[in-house]
């Protein structure tokens, strides 16, 4: 598919609120099968997945890829539990992923954009859709992430990103495990930078400058 207007000229609707985290709306579960298929899969392709991410069989008597096996997959995503559309999403990666990597890169970016624009709390990431907070934690997070890697803390950076794994789990979040983790990263770096690798966060935090 050519590159639209809107990407080639830079034009895009401003960042929604996100308002939806435990749900699939009815746009979301139409566009997934509309972006891979712009992408490139056909209809067969995405329903073999599909079946397989929901463990129901194919429709025998639907042969033809157009209108009968797309208005079958856009149905099986229609009708599907909300967190199995997210499911389905992942498992299209991975497929793009085994062909063309740039098909798996173009995918996630499509969806992406579509969580941003309609204010869906999800992003997908390295093939697997991760939490999405507001764009000042995203940015934070990030943030802290690449400093803390960039100046060699990387036990640190390790917890942050198990923390936002935690936080992100649905369908209830791990906010203890998120906690520890995020305490841990604290840790390390105050061991770095107290130059004790072994004092507990207590012992450093009731360090006095001198």
């Known amino acids: 598919m050519a590159e639209s207007f809107s990407n080639r000229h830079g034009y895009r609707s401003p960042d929604a609120a996100i308002t939806v985290h435990e749900d699939a709306p009815e ?17 067969s392709a995405m329903r073999r997945i599909i079946c397989q991410v929901l463990l129901v069989p194919p429709d025998r008597n639907n042969w033809s890829e157009h209108p009968n096996i797309w208005e079958e997959v856009v149905g099986l995503v229609a009708d599907c539990p909300w967190y199995k559309v997210y499911d389905i999403a992942e498992a299209f990666h991975t497929a ?8 798996a890169s173009r995918f996630d970016d499509r ?6 624009e309609n204010g869906i ?28 890697e960039q100046t060699g803390r990387s036990a640190a950076a390790r917890e942050i990103h198990e923390a936002l794994r935690d936080i992100s789990r649905r369908p209830e979040p791990d906010v203890t495990g998120a906690i520890q983790h995020a305490c841990a990263a604290m840790e390390a770096t ?15 935090i009731s360090i006095r400058p001198a």
């Open 27 to 43: 746009n979301l579960r139409y566009a997934i099968p509309l972006i891979g298929q712009d992408i490139g899969m056909s209809p």
């Open 96 to 103: 793009l992923a085994q062909g063309f990597n740039d098909n």
């Open 111 to 116: 969806l992406n954009q579509f969580f941003v």
């Open 121 to 148: 709390g999800w992003h997908m990431k390295d093939g697997q859709i991760v939490y999405r907070g507001s764009e000042a934690f995203t940015g934070a997070t990030q943030e802290a992430v690449e400093i803390l």
């Open 190 to 204: 105050a061991r770095d930078l107290a130059g004790d690798s072994k004092a507990t966060f207590g012992q450093l």
